[in-house]
Antibody
Framework: EVQLVESGGGLVQPGGSLRLSCAASGFTFSNHPMHWVRQAPGKGLEYVSAINSKGVNTYYANSVKGRFTISRDNSKNTLFLQMGSLRPEDMGVYYC????????????????WGQGALVTVSS | QSALTQPASVSGSPGQSITISCTGTSSDVGGYNFVSWYQQYPGKAPKLIIFDVSNRPSGISNRFSGSRSGNTASLTISGLQAEDEADYYCISYTSASTLRVFGGGTKLTVL
């Protein structure tokens, strides 16, 4: 069974830092690109960051570029999001999402999502 | 403001059909066959219901269908049921450096 379990969320002051983790199980983690998607309270989904299967190529939304860093440890089946210089507008639920992989080809949809980690930015 | 435009809300009665639109550009929706749709209940993670414009994952009801015309993709839900009341999001691959663009979401109310 595919599982994605986020952890590391919590309350942080503006300007502070937080590191989210996403533990993957039930599939070959190193085959799949992974993304982070967030959702502010009462708002829609928002793309945050992406990383390719080997962890070489990374991508960021303009709103987090220079403040957030995505990484992964394929030996530990874990995805990370290091968040710095946090702002109130970064508050919300952060989901890790698996990009589909079928017959040796990367797909372009999210076939599994974690349950989310809540990040609260407040003084 | 989201990169893909969806109506904020739609509604329909049980048994009816509704369509949710998702409008982008030739750099995303209109340029690639990589539009996907997700259903999200309050407090829950999104769930994939349509991928690659019109394909349904295993286990998704055939009441859900997807299509595209030009730069606009559409999700149609036929035979509306109370359980379909949820938020729906479209997401597309984009040639931009961000790789993905998201719609703002549509709240479906079953009357």
């Amino acid at each position: 069974e595919v599982q994605l379990v986020e952890s590391g969320g919590g309350l942080v002051q503006p300007g502070g830092s937080l590191r989210l983790s996403c533990a993957a199980s039930g599939f070959t983690f190193s085959n799949h690109p992974m993304h982070w998607v967030r959702q502010a309270p009462g708002k829609g989904l928002e793309y945050v960051s992406a990383i390719n299967s080997k962890g070489v190529n990374t991508y960021y939304a303009n709103s987090v570029k220079g403040r957030f860093t995505i990484s992964r440890d394929n030996s530990k089946n874990t995805l990370f999001l290091q968040m710095g210089s946090l702002r109130p507008e970064d508050m919300g639920v952060y989901y890790c999402a698996r990009v589909g992989y079928d017959s040796g080809s990367i797909q372009y949809y999210y076939d599994y999502w974690g349950q989310g980690a809540l990040v609260t930015v407040s003084s | 403001q989201s990169a893909l435009t969806q109506p904020a809300s739609v509604s329909g009665s049980p048994g009816q059909s509704i369509t949710i639109s998702c409008t982008g550009t030739s750099s995303d929706v209109g340029g690639y066959n990589f539009v996907s749709w997700y259903q999200q209940y309050p407090g829950k993670a999104p769930k994939l219901i349509i991928f690659d414009v019109s394909n349904r994952p295993s286990g998704i009801s055939n009441r859900f269908s997807g299509s595209r015309s030009g730069n606009t993709a559409s999700l149609t839900i036929s035979g509306l049921q109370a359980e379909d009341e949820a938020d729906y999001y479209c997401i597309s691959y984009t040639s931009a450096s961000t790789l993905r663009v998201f719609g703002g979401g549509t709240k479906l109310t079953v009357l």
